[in-house]
């Protein structure tokens, strides 16, 4: 079988190994002289997988992966530019959720404030309206119960109809009591300091500070 040379058109006889084929569009044959190549490189230009090209064909060649590239290289700063985009987006959410988590924190913030606030208050409007007496331990390090326990042992209010209303703990051991009116919280207070006064401090509540 024969055919001509791509570049000189004489007859070359693929037969022989003095000819070789472009791998590229052409599909052409050529003598191995016509394009520069010597008789000990063609065994390596005609082992299995080793693609050769003539020179129109690798410039093709050529010209198509660099556009390929260049279209990659389009598509990829446009996928870069969407996800800048999308984190954008991303940022921009996640800082309105912040500012809104904030915000709605700051809300509740001055909710507590005002309630405490309120407490407060209410704690002070207790103070004014009460007659109240404030039992504290000498030893500061004994507890708010065992200083209850001595009041209960010692005072009997519910004998003394000394009107006790309500008991609240305070610090370093401390009871507050609150009577309904003044009577009740002097006889109160005479009782206590008859019996308790070796180990506490019994005093009206306008010499007691709240902490």
Known sequence: MSSKCGKCEDTLD???SSSVTCSGFCNNSFHANCCGISNDS????KSP???WYCAECFKMKNKYELYMKNSFDEKLLKMISGFESMFSDLKQKILATAKDT??????ANKDVSSKALKEK???????SSKSMIVVKPKNTSQTN???KSDIVTNVSAAQLNLKVSKVKQIKDGGILISC????????????????????????????????
Do not use: H, W
Not at 121 to 127: K, L, Q, T
Not at 180 to 209: H, M, P, R
């Open 14 to 16: 693929r037969r022989k």
């Open 42 to 45: 063609l065994p390596c230009l």
């Open 49 to 51: 997988g080793f693609c």
């Open 102 to 107: 904030f915000s709605e924190m700051s809300v």
């Open 121 to 127: 208050n209410s704690y002070a409007n207790i103070v």
């Open 145 to 147: 119960a065992e200083t």
């Open 180 to 211: 309904d009116g003044s009577e009740g919280a002097n006889n109160f207070k005479k009782v206590a300091s008859e019996k308790l006064s070796a180990k506490y401090d019994i005093s009206d509540v306008k010499k007691y500070t709240q902490k």
